[in-house]
């Protein structure tokens, strides 16, 4: 039977409905293939949108990178200068003069150290890290961070401890990476931490991990800021805070190396009662992690 016979049988109340159900139907079929030409649209915007994100990430590696080259050299010049007028090679300096220099050379050597923190970052974006895996002691590396920070808890109220490692085996991983991620725990213990000690530990696991932990008798962090202290440019924000220079970028370093190692890290912390910093790796890094 045809549509036109089958029109005729239906009641006038019917053919109207009929013909409402098909003006639904046409309007539905015209909606969705708006719809689609959007999605197409937007799928071509997130596409346009994602190759100027990558642009301009590169960009701004190429900016970090090359900035941090060109600071580099006066930097070393003015560190140099520094150590000649201390070491008095030209005559002997008042008192005064010996604390306005020391002063320079102490803000030279900051801003080195922010400088290599900015081309660290650049590095690890561009994918340029190289991870140089090899087998050392543990007592090597803290005995070589023992010998780092004594100079500058020597006149200081604050003690340092690195607890004996013991049960830790051999380590087969990135030793400067993991050396970086420890001297940027004790660095910023150091600085928050008044009067007390900063205690380094590492305790083998059954999991075939290590765990290092630096913990510190220093002022603590509040725990709506604990999330944040790993990411990009982040500082504590107290009353400390304001007195102590950074980039906000040695955790977040710290952080980044732990993940190139296989690793991850972690923090703990009370307002008041110090904090602990934390880095677990596998002891020995897996052979596809070797690459920058």
Do not use: C
């Amino acid at each position: 039977m045809s549509h036109d016979a089958e029109d005729q049988d239906l009641s006038p109340a019917d053919m109207a409905d009929r013909m409402r159900m098909e003006a639904e139907l046409e309007a539905l079929r015209t909606e969705l293939a708006e719809t689609n030409r959007g999605v197409v649209a937007l799928y071509a915007e997130l596409d346009d949108a994602a190759v100027r994100l990558r642009e301009a990430s590169e960009l701004k590696s190429r900016f970090l990178s090359y900035m941090s080259h060109e600071f580099r050299t006066p930097l070393g010049s003015i560190r140099s200068i520094a150590r000649i007028l201390l070491n008095e090679l030209d005559g002997p300096l008042t008192e005064e003069q010996e604390k306005q220099v020391m002063f320079i050379q102490g803000s030279a050597a900051e801003l080195t150290e922010m400088v290599d923190d900015l081309l660290d970052l650049a590095k690890i974006e561009a994918g340029r890290i190289t991870i140089s895996p090899a087998w050392f002691d543990m007592v090597d590396l803290f005995s070589a961070l023992r010998g780092m920070f004594k100079p500058i808890v020597a006149n200081s109220e604050v003690g340092i401890v690195f607890e004996e490692p013991a049960d830790v085996p051999q380590l087969y991983t990135d030793d400067k990476k993991l050396a970086q991620i420890l001297r940027n725990y004790i660095s910023n213990a150091l600085k928050f931490t008044l009067r007390g000690e900063v205690r380094v530990r590492a305790m083998a696991k059954d999991d075939g991990t290590v765990t290092f932990t630096v913990q510190d008798t220093g002022i603590g962090i509040a725990a709506d800021q604990l999330e944040h202290l790993f990411q990009d440019f982040t500082q504590m924000g107290s009353p400390v805070q304001r007195h102590v220079r950074g980039t906000g970028l040695g955790l977040a370093l710290s952080r980044r190396f732990a993940e190139l190692l296989g690793g991850s890290v972690f923090v703990e912390s009370r307002v008041g009662h110090g904090s602990t910093f934390g880095v677990t790796i596998p002891m020995r890094l897996a052979e596809h992690s070797h690459g920058g």
